[in-house]
């Protein structure tokens, strides 16, 4: 327990981290409104254009902030299980891609780590896998700000009771999808004319066939493959947790603190805390 001595300490320190976190989350706030409601001239123009690094460095700084913001925060427990989330993103994501699937499977891994630990190490998993994946895959770079959304949303769903029952996962998954869907459709469209992998470019090609502009083609396509992904991605997810024997489940403090998974409240552990 902090004594009053402390405590002007712990806020002092706290405060450069949550500017961070704020001033990473408005950033990519500006980035994304100034892309849909300018739509700049060149949308589409590729990675030289003006509206291309407008993208690249808005959602990659913005999500550097947040990922320096939050990282001091977390506890031992979840930045162990964080590699084995973004090494999972990572296969799983550019097999899929590889095989030219219509959704994507890349955030299996950030949503399980939200979902044991909690919606800031979900957006620190996301933001992360995206930037190393972009090592060798640049298609994966510019997404980390979006990937960071979804396990910040994917936490919050858990902390509410999303997990709690296995047949609500999936509903939780559509909306995440949902919203995953219309925050990368201006990205995809800005930094690769919408270009994915062959099952999302056929849909792209569809909506543009019945005379929608690049953005809604891209918007609707995200639509459609994100709520897909996203209701596979935590159904899976949902069945993964459960079947983790119940002491490796309750070594998380957020799943011990919010309930996040039914069956009787384990005994808190002394000097522990929820994230």
Same mark, same amino acid.
Do not use: H
């Given at each position: 327990?902090?004594?009053? #001595?402390? *405590?002007?300490?712990?806020?002092?320190?706290?405060?450069?981290?949550?500017?961070?976190? !704020?001033?990473?989350?408005?950033?990519?706030? +500006?980035?994304?409104?100034? *892309?849909?409601?300018?739509?700049? &001239? %060149?949308?589409?123009?590729?990675?030289?254009?003006?509206?291309?690094?407008?993208?690249?460095?808005?959602?990659?700084?913005?999500?550097?902030? !947040? @990922?320096?913001?939050?990282?001091?925060? #977390?506890?031992?427990?979840?930045?162990? =299980?964080?590699? $084995?989330?973004? +090494?999972?993103?990572?296969?799983? /994501?550019?097999?899929?891609?590889? $095989?030219?699937?219509?959704?994507?499977?890349?955030?299996?891994?950030?949503?399980?780590?939200?979902?044991?630990? /909690?919606?800031?190490?979900?957006?620190?998993?996301?933001?992360?896998?995206?930037?190393?994946?972009? *090592?060798?895959?640049?298609?994966? !770079?510019?997404?980390?700000?979006?990937?960071?959304?979804?396990?910040?949303?994917?936490?919050?769903?858990?902390?509410?009771? &999303?997990?709690?029952?296995?047949?609500? &996962?999936?509903?939780?998954?559509?909306?995440?999808?949902? =919203?995953?869907?219309?925050?990368?459709?201006?990205?995809?469209?800005?930094?690769?004319?919408?270009?994915?992998?062959?099952?999302?470019?056929?849909? @792209?090609?569809?909506?543009?066939?019945?005379? %929608?502009?690049? #953005? @809604?083609?891209?918007?609707?396509?995200?639509?459609?493959?994100?709520? !897909? %992904?996203?209701?596979?991605?935590?159904?899976?997810?949902? $069945?993964?947790?459960?079947?983790?024997?119940?002491?490796?489940?309750?070594?998380?403090?957020?799943?011990?603190?919010?309930? =996040?998974?039914?069956?009787?409240?384990?005994?808190?552990?002394?000097?522990?805390?929820?994230?």
């Amino acid at each position: 327990m902090s004594s009053p #001595l402390t *405590l002007p300490l712990q806020r002092e320190t706290s405060r450069p981290r949550r500017a961070l976190i !704020l001033a990473g989350g408005a950033l990519i706030a +500006a980035t994304y409104f100034y *892309l849909v409601l300018a739509q700049p &001239a %060149d949308l589409a123009g590729g990675g030289g254009s003006a509206a291309s690094l407008i993208c690249l460095f808005g959602f990659l700084g913005g999500g550097a902030l !947040l @990922v320096g913001g939050i990282l001091p925060t #977390l506890t031992t427990s979840s930045l162990v =299980v964080m590699p $084995l989330g973004i +090494a999972l993103n990572i296969a799983i /994501g550019q097999t899929a891609g590889s $095989l030219g699937l219509q959704i994507y499977l890349d955030a299996i891994g950030t949503v399980l780590v939200a979902v044991l630990a /909690g919606p800031a190490a979900g957006a620190a998993t996301g933001a992360l896998s995206n930037a190393i994946w972009g *090592l060798f895959n640049p298609l994966a !770079l510019p997404f980390a700000a979006g990937a960071a959304l979804i396990g910040l949303l994917a936490g919050t769903a858990a902390k509410y009771g &999303a997990f709690r029952r296995i047949y609500l &996962a999936p509903f939780a998954g559509l909306a995440v999808g949902a =919203v995953g869907g219309l925050v990368a459709a201006p990205i995809a469209a800005t930094m690769f004319g919408a270009a994915g992998t062959v099952g999302t470019n056929a849909i @792209v090609a569809a909506f543009r066939a019945m005379g %929608d502009s690049l #953005l @809604v083609a891209a918007t609707k396509q995200g639509l459609t493959s994100d709520t !897909l %992904d996203k209701l596979v991605v935590f159904t899976l997810v949902a $069945l993964l947790v459960y079947a983790l024997p119940g002491r490796a489940r309750n070594q998380f403090p957020f799943v011990r603190r919010y309930r =996040v998974l039914a069956g009787r409240a384990p005994t808190p552990v002394p000097g522990t805390s929820g994230e």
